[in-house]
């Protein structure tokens, strides 16, 4: 078997989640899609009939994450999330990292 895909990178960091449960990314929420225009964004994710789904502004219910673009796959598993404060960097870690780490809270799948 070869190196596991990004999404399948997800979906196994995400396997702890019970049926009905998700994660809201707090402030590490994203924009996603082709233009990244801020038309739709990521608020979290969660498991709905055994499946990972990712909860978007347009995709409430959910939607695969093979329905997101290799650009957002790419930008939960590599993107460092930076914040600012009083004028200085902070680098974060990204989105992927923190998932493994359990950074984020479990919460209800339609509280996200």
């Known amino acids: 078997m070869g190196r596991p895909t990004n999404i399948q990178?997800?979906?196994?960091?995400?396997?702890?989640?019970?049926?009905?449960?998700?994660i809201f990314l707090n402030s590490d929420t994203f924009l996603v899609g082709d233009l990244l225009d801020g038309s739709d964004k990521c608020y979290g994710f969660g498991?709905?009939?055994?499946?990972?789904?990712?909860?978007?502004?347009?995709?409430?219910?959910?939607?695969p994450l093979t329905d997101l673009t290799k650009g957002?796959?790419?930008?939960?598993?590599?993107?460092?999330?930076?914040?600012?404060?009083?004028?200085?960097k902070y680098t974060l870690g990204n989105i992927y990292e923190k998932i493994l780490a359990k950074k984020y809270p479990t919460i209800k799948y339609e509280d996200i």
């Open 47 to 63: 498991k709905v009939n055994k499946r990972i789904q990712a909860v978007t502004r347009e995709n409430t219910d959910g939607v």
């Open 72 to 88: 957002d796959i790419d930008y939960i598993i590599n993107a460092s999330v930076v914040r600012i404060h009083k004028g200085k």
């Open 9 to 22: 990178r997800i979906e196994k960091a995400l396997d702890y989640l019970e049926n009905g449960q998700g």
